[in-house]
């Protein structure tokens, strides 16, 4: 079975530019949640779709959206990129949150 | 888990030495608690979890936790570390009826030779 792939692995983007991050879940698999990984404020839950719909949203801005289509690949979205955006951005995708699998993550760098 | 804390943000130990890298949680409801390493420029691999029932959890590569439920704590051991075990180890933990998991400042377990 192939694992959780995220598209691309490495972006540079430059400040109030948008982004946007794509994740492939394994096969069957219906709930994507998205998480930040910085340095400084550790692995934070952006959210979680399931089944095209978003379940649970993380204390982030209005700026980081997301969205998950009909065959459960997720997308989320950065608009207005500042320099504290700059982290590795982890999907992962799971049956329910006692099974979670995660890809290698998108390492963003905003200048 | 409303909050997880791990109490030591770095473990240098020499090969083959036992290690224990400790957890604390803090919640009100019934949880999930787990352990995952992350290997430089990685996601994360989930090592083990405990769900419910048995306490001792074995997990891949030799891991063992053990949750306890009177001092919210969810420890990782392994009683003979290998230099390939380096690598960032976080404990995250999740309510049973919830869909985000909270994770721990992480730590960092480096094996020296």
């Known amino acids: 079975k192939a694992g959780v792939t995220q598209t691309p692995r490495y972006l540079i983007k430059t400040r109030g530019q948008q982004v946007t991050l794509s994740c492939s879940p394994i096969?069957?698999?219906?709930?994507v949640s998205w998480y930040q990984q910085t340095p400084g404020q550790g692995l934070q839950f952006l959210f979680e779709?399931?089944?095209?719909?978003?379940?649970n949203k993380g204390n982030f801005p209005g700026r980081f959206s997301g969205r998950q289509f009909s065959n459960s690949r997720s997308e989320m979205n950065v608009s207005t990129l500042e320099l504290g955006d700059s982290a590795l951005y982890l999907c992962?995708?799971?049956?329910?949150?006692?099974?979670?699998?995660f890809g290698p993550g998108t390492r963003l760098t905003v200048t | 888990a409303q909050s997880v804390t791990q109490l030591d943000s770095q473990v240098p130990v020499f090969e083959e030495a036992p290690v224990e890298l400790r957890c604390n949680y803090s919640?009100?409801?019934?949880?999930?608690l787990f352990w995952y390493v992350q290997y430089p420029n990685q996601g994360l691999q989930l090592l083990l979890k405990?769900?419910?029932?048995?306490?001792l959890v074995k997990g891949i590569n030799g891991f063992e936790a053990e949750f306890n439920k009177s001092q919210t704590s969810f420890h990782l051991r392994k009683p003979s570390v290998h230099i390939s075990d380096t690598a960032e180890y976080f404990c995250?933990?999740?309510?049973?009826?919830?869909?985000?998991?909270?994770f721990g400042e992480g730590t960092q377990l480096t094996v020296n030779p």
């Open positions: 992962a995708s799971g049956l329910g949150l006692y099974e979670q699998y």
């Open positions: 096969s069957g698999h219906r709930s």
């Open positions: 779709y399931f089944s095209e719909t978003q379940r």
């Open positions: 919640s009100s409801v019934s949880v999930y």
């Open positions: 405990y769900l419910s029932g048995s306490t």
């Open positions: 995250a933990g999740g309510e049973t009826s919830g869909s985000r998991l909270t």
